[in-house]
């Protein structure tokens, strides 16, 4: 074979080679195409945080991959003149969105808690990956409506990303934190330039409050009392800006932004961070507006950092705990949430957290009637496995220091990433120093290489909630001739899911419009009356209520309940009986009368 031959010959083959299992892969009929694992419409990676810019390309990309479900639309903007970037998913051959109990689900309220954003962009991601592969997805998709916004706070989000990490927790609203009359201008500094707000120590001889471990020449350990160290800490990197004796004590924003919503709101001197009056934040007041026109929204989450916690209300004891029958739907949810996600407890806010007034998660349950939970979504116990790491976690720790096991996990797993080294510094306030400590991507954050989990696992729960929304159902229905032209019609009405179609809370404000039972058709309704139980012969109870083909039910359906209606009614033909709830949808059945 001429070296021509040879050279054609055995390219084609390569080319053969290199293309079959391709070309193999589009010939199998879609059953015999899994593979070791079904392709993905969209390849997304989920091992790095985005900003807000790249947060809204995402989402537009996944709209534009399934339009057919996906909305991309924004809820406003932020101080700073970011979107409030929000995904609806809805079904729309199953019904428009109004029609179906709402999910409304958030993330990043505050702008160093970011992995709240990415759970929100993998459940978008998920859902419809799965739509046409899992059943149960696509049951969930079908039957509810989403309302997903990634990040409530983009200000101090991008300000976290980009900044060296302090000052990332309020959003970028003005304020004036010292009373000079001046605006967020004595905030951190990075005085060496490396792109981190580290901690300073200064080294006084026998005169300090800290050593150095003998465990680790890292740590610094406070002294037992009566004892004098070599250290002293100075708190984070900065100095004084604005001439006053102190350093960083009015830095970007300075308030909560998690404490500026309306149910049980108290001022600055009483919540710090509060601002002047609820909702006036403009990232604060667009939730509210956009959850007011959606009044069919039955349950939220709020995505927070840290501590693994499923979190629900009241924020402060004094405000009183819910009805024992909403307590009962919480405590079943969030139970099962402790079973759904390790390392995980399920508490009070007030109780398991500490004291919040004005915050998010009360107010959705109190002023919308919402079945809210708020996940603090990493535990530092997630880092350690082995009982050994789990017992040095009990050494001493300081304002730097997060233990032996912190700096074994971060040596060993991460490579040295988070932790800086001490270095000299010259700082014009307190002369020679040491800046060190933890970068701002630990702790709080949890490792890129433990994201799926976090992200899947908390996504799940959420789904897990929304699939405890109400879901209306017409049951069966008896019809018996008492007289010629009379009727006796009994009809059963069933939700079938946990959430009531209004919590007791939401029936003692009065927040959500009573659940409405209607009938239509040429026919007289005489007398409507609720059955307790259509198995046992007995009294029924008489509705009072003077228009007896359009009832008015305040208190809603409760969870896993059927209720019977019988109608004493008179005419002929065909009746239309119909129940209509915000929360839990609208179903009817139609009854002839003969």
């Known amino acids: 074979m001429s070296t021509l031959r040879f050279l054609a010959a055995t390219s084609l083959a390569a080319f053969t080679l290199a293309t079959w299992p391709m070309l193999a892969w589009q010939d199998l009929p879609a059953q015999e195409r899994r593979g070791s694992d079904p392709p993905h419409t969209l390849d997304?990676?989920?091992?790095?945080?985005?900003?807000?810019?790249?947060?809204?390309?995402?989402?537009q990309l996944m709209a534009r991959t399934w339009p057919k479900f996906l909305t991309l639309s924004s809820m406003g903007k932020s101080y700073g003149g970011r979107e409030l970037w929000v995904m609806t998913i809805n079904n729309p051959d199953t019904g428009p969105e109004s029609s179906k109990a709402g999910m409304y689900i958030e993330g990043n309220v505050h702008g160093n808690e970011i992995q709240g954003a990415e759970v929100c962009l993998y459940t978008i991601w998920y859902l419809m990956e799965n739509y046409n592969r899992n059943p149960e997805i696509k049951r969930l998709v079908d039957e509810r409506v989403f309302y997903i916004v990634p990040t409530v706070n983009p200000d101090g989000r991008d300000f976290f990303l980009y900044g060296a990490g302090a000052g990332a927790r309020?959003?970028?609203?003005?304020?004036?934190?010292?009373?000079?009359?001046?605006?967020?201008?004595?905030?951190?500094?990075?005085?060496n330039g490396n792109g981190v707000i580290e901690q300073i120590r200064k080294y006084v001889p026998g005169q300090g409050t800290h050593r150095i471990s003998h465990d680790d020449p890292r740590i610094l350990e406070a002294v037992p009392p009566?004892?004098?160290?070599?250290?002293?800490?100075l708190g984070s990197e900065g100095i004084d800006n604005d001439g006053d004796g102190r350093v960083n004590?009015?830095?970007?924003?300075?308030?909560?932004?998690?404490?500026?919503?309306?149910?049980?709101?108290?001022?600055?001197?009483?919540?710090?961070?509060?601002?002047?009056?609820?909702?006036?934040?403009?990232?604060?007041?667009?939730?509210?507006?956009?959850?007011?026109?959606?009044?069919?929204?039955?349950?939220?989450q709020s995505y927070h950092n840290s501590g693994g916690m499923i979190l629900r209300g009241p924020g402060s004891a004094w405000y009183g705990d819910y009805p024992p029958s909403d307590i009962r739907v919480y405590n079943e949810i969030g139970e099962n949430g402790e079973r759904m996600l390790p390392w995980y407890e399920y508490y009070i806010i007030w109780q398991g957290l500490y004291t919040v007034h004005g915050g998010a998660i009360d107010w959705y349950n109190d002023g919308h009637g919402h079945i809210s939970f708020s996940n603090e979504l990493w535990n530092n116990n997630q880092y350690f496995q082995s009982p050994l790491l789990r017992d040095q976690q009990q050494d001493q720790r300081t304002p730097i220091s997060r233990g032996l096991s912190r700096y074994f996990f971060d040596d060993y797993l991460e490579f040295g990433e988070h932790y800086y080294e001490w270095t000299p510094f010259n700082h014009p306030d307190y002369g020679e120093v040491e800046l060190g400590g933890w970068g701002k991507l630990t702790s709080r954050v949890n490792p890129r290489f433990m994201s799926m989990e976090l992200?899947?696992?908390?996504?799940?729960?959420?789904?897990?909630?929304?699939?405890?929304?109400?879901?209306?159902?017409?049951?069966e229905t008896k019809v018996e001739r008492v007289a010629d032209g009379l009727y006796r019609v009994r009809v059963d009405i069933t939700n079938?899911?946990?959430?009531?179609?209004?919590?007791?809370?939401?029936?003692?404000?009065?927040?959500?419009?009573?659940?409405?039972?209607?009938?239509?058709?040429?026919?007289?309704?005489?007398?409507?009356?609720?059955?307790?139980?259509?198995?046992?012969?007995g009294k029924t109870q008489l509705i009072d209520q003077k228009d007896l083909k359009r009832i008015l039910v305040r208190d809603g359906h409760p969870g896993r309940t059927t209720r019977t209606v019988e109608y004493l009614v008179r005419g002929r033909g065909t009746m239309e009986v119909t129940y209509s709830s915000v929360k839990g949808g609208t179903v009817s059945t139609t009854i002839r009368l003969q």
């Open 496 to 537: 079938e899911r946990l959430i009531p179609t209004i919590t007791a809370r939401a029936a003692n404000h009065r927040v959500v419009r009573p659940d409405l039972l209607t009938v239509s058709g040429d026919v007289e309704v005489l007398t409507a009356a609720w059955v307790p139980n259509k198995l046992v012969p």
């Open 249 to 300: 004590e009015d830095g970007p924003g300075g308030y909560d932004p998690n404490r500026n919503y309306g149910a049980d709101w108290q001022p600055n001197y009483i919540q710090s961070g509060a601002m002047d009056y609820p909702f006036q934040l403009p990232e604060a007041r667009a939730t509210e507006e956009f959850l007011r026109a959606r009044p069919n929204i039955a349950a939220s």
């Open 170 to 191: 309020t959003g970028h609203v003005p304020v004036d934190e010292d009373g000079d009359g001046l605006f967020d201008e004595d905030g951190p500094d990075d005085l």
């Open 226 to 233: 009566g004892e004098k160290g070599d250290w002293i800490l």
């Open 455 to 475: 992200f899947h696992r908390n996504m799940a729960f959420s789904l897990y909630h929304a699939d405890q929304m109400p879901l209306m159902r017409m049951g």
């Open 44 to 59: 997304l990676t989920w091992d790095r945080w985005l900003d807000h810019k790249e947060i809204g390309e995402r989402m």
